[in-house]
Structure formats: structure tokens, C-alpha cells
């Protein structure tokens, strides 16, 4: 019976043991398993997220307040500088000559989208490449420009949002002879070598003869062109400015205050960026606005939808912005009617 119970007690030990070693083993698989599975998680946690590199290319010096606004609508589509997110920002200044150089940068960088900020930065853009999306801002007429198919259609690589400036030229000289009714000789600052201020110029000369005023061409395609250009306005007697949007223009926009300022003439410009800085009047659509739109566009094309896709939008609001201080300055007086149709009066 001993014999027995010893061989019975033996032989389930034995069991017993073996089904713990069984169990331990597979305790440490399992352990095992986890410790990888969590070491994997924490390793893909660990690995930096995806950088989309976008480019933002112009002729002028900076992007200012609309730079901000376009970085600011990023952040709310959830696109962040330094986490999933690199801009590259290349600036001609006034020599528009420079922009194919800095295009083909953008593109050597392999940037998922470059955004070009009015017409010899959207050209300079299209000529460098095909492939990579391109959102184009403040173009006065894209289809005309031969950068889109249309509107609704763009087709290739770019899209964007246009100023539609040509059709608006029309309606700064009507503003400019409803609150200056004496305004007979109109001098224009434009740079014939702006596709886009060609257009406008154009449509200008139209909207003169109805309107009954005489146009002054004054081409810059410098800076060494202003002085004679203000010397010719000065000759001539013109009795009010518009300047059309250019880099080259832009830049010598205190220059050119000074020259109405001396002369005692009113200004017309297309953005209010410029009679915030001291010129008469603007009307046009927000620059601002425009840049918070290309956002948009930017963070689409970064989620895979193809330019093509995307129709050209035009802006529906315009703003009439004028400087009462700049009109004192000068000493001209504004009409009630005229100032009660602004949209802002800078006192």
C-alpha cells in the first residue's frame, strides 16, 4: 500500500509540476508579447509626426498682417509651424528678376504646395513646375493670364483666389471723380512688365472715357523710373493718382505719399494696407481676407484633393477704406456721401 501510495503521490507531482512549468512558460510568452506591444506603441508614439513643407513666394519685402492671418488659419485646420508643419517664405523684394531662382529653391526643397502672391510670382511658379500644387493670390484675371483653363475648371497644378482688379479699376475712378468731382487728369503709376497691370491699365483707359477723364500713363519697370514719373504728373498737372498693385510699386509707396503729399493731390490704391500707412483712399478686396482663404486651399491640397479640383474663387466683399487725416493734410474735403459709403474712416 506504500509502495502504491508513494508511485500514486509521485506520479502526480510530477503532473502537478509539470502543468506549473507549462503555465510559467506561457506566463512569460504572454509577458513577452506585452512588453513588445507596449515597446512598439511607445516607439511609434515617440516618432516625429509628418512635416508637410508648403512655399510662399512673392516680389515685395514681406507678407505683413497676411502672412499672419494665413499662418493663424493653418493653426485652426490643425496644421502647426514646428510640429506637422514647415513654411518656406522666399522674397523677391523689388527685383522681380529674382523669382524664377527662388521658385526653382522651393521646388528643390520638394514643398507640398506653393502659395504665389500676385502675377510675376504665380508666373515665375508655373514656369518652374507642373507638378507641384500651386494657390495663387491676387491675380487680377487668371483665365486671361493663360494660368487656368477657367474658373470652375482650372485644370494642371494651380488654383487659387483672384482680386478681379481689371473689373474694380473701373470703379476706383468713379469713386476717385464722385468725391473729387474737379478731377479731370488722372495719372496711373503701373509696370508694363506686370501682365496683370496691363489688364487693369487697359480696362482704365475704358472706364476714363466714360467717365470723362483724361489717363497719364507713367510706366516704372525700376526704381530709377520714379523720380520721372513724378516730374511728368508734376508737368502735366495731373490732379489725382492711382497706383496699381505691383512689388516694384508697392515698395516705393512712401515715395510716392510724399509726391501727393507735396502736390496736394488725392491717391487711389487697391489695398488698405497702404492708406493705413498714409495714402487718401483704397477700395478692393481684403488682402487679409484673400491670405485666410489661401489657407484653406493649402490645407486641402495637404489632405490629397488635386488643384485641379479646386475652382478659382473671386471675392464678393470690397472694402472703401479713406484717411480724413491724410485729406486734411492735403487740404481736401470729403463729401458726406462718399464717407458714409466707407467701410472704415481712419480720423
Not at 187 to 212: C, K
Amino acid at each position: 500500500m506504500n509502495g502504491i501510495f508513494q508511485i500514486r503521490f509521485l506520479n502526480s507531482y510530477s503532473g502537478n509540476r509539470k502543468s506549473k512549468i507549462q503555465n510559467l512558460k506561457w506566463a512569460w510568452i504572454v509577458a513577452i508579447g506585452i512588453t513588445f506591444a507596449m515597446c512598439g506603441a511607445v516607439a511609434q508614439a515617440q516618432q516625429p509626426a509628418k512635416v508637410s513643407r508648403v512655399g510662399l513666394l512673392a516680389g515685395g519685402r514681406g507678407f505683413g498682417s497676411a502672412g499672419d492671418a494665413f499662418r493663424h488659419s493653418l493653426r485652426e485646420l490643425g496644421w502647426v509651424e514646428g510640429q506637422n508643419l514647415a513654411i518656406e517664405s522666399r522674397l523677391a523684394e523689388v527685383s522681380s528678376d529674382r523669382l524664377p531662382q527662388l521658385a526653382a529653391e522651393l521646388a528643390r526643397l520638394k514643398v507640398a504646395a506653393i502659395v504665389a502672391d500676385g502675377d510675376p510670382a504665380i508666373r515665375a511658379a508655373k514656369q518652374t513646375t507642373g507638378a507641384i500644387p500651386i494657390v495663387l493670390i491676387a491675380v487680377g484675371d487668371p483665365v486671361r493670364e493663360g494660368f487656368v483653363a477657367s474658373l470652375a475648371r482650372p485644370g494642371g497644378n494651380i488654383t487659387g483666389l483672384t482680386s478681379i482688379s481689371e473689373e474694380l479699376s473701373g470703379k476706383r475712378l468713379e469713386l476717385l471723380k464722385e468725391a473729387f468731382p474737379k478731377v479731370s487728369r488722372v495719372a496711373v503709376i503701373w509696370n508694363p512688365t506686370n501682365a496683370s497691370n496691363l489688364l487693369e491699365f487697359r480696362e482704365m483707359e475704358v472706364a476714363a472715357r466714360t467717365l470723362g477723364l483724361k489717363l497719364q500713363s507713367l510706366e516704372v519697370r525700376g526704381l530709377g523710373d520714379f523720380q520721372g514719373a513724378f516730374a511728368r504728373a508734376a508737368k502735366d498737372r495731373a490732379s489725382a493718382l492711382i497706383l496699381v498693385r505691383d512689388p516694384l510699386i508697392d515698395s516705393e509707396h512712401f515715395r510716392i505719399l510724399d509726391f501727393a503729399v507735396d502736390k496736394r493731390v488725392p491717391s487711389m490704391h487697391s489695398e488698405k494696407q497702404f492708406v493705413e500707412a498714409g495714402s487718401l483712399m483704397s477700395y478692393g478686396p481684403s488682402r487679409v481676407d484673400l491670405f485666410r482663404r489661401a489657407a484653406t486651399y493649402v490645407d486641402k491640397i495637404l489632405r490629397g484633393t488635386k488643384p485641379s479640383d479646386l475652382p478659382v474663387e473671386q471675392p464678393t466683399k470690397f472694402e472703401l477704406v479713406i484717411n480724413l487725416k491724410t485729406a486734411k493734410q492735403i487740404g481736401l474735403t470729403i463729401p458726406p456721401n462718399v464717407l458714409a459709403r466707407a467701410d472704415r474712416v481712419i480720423r
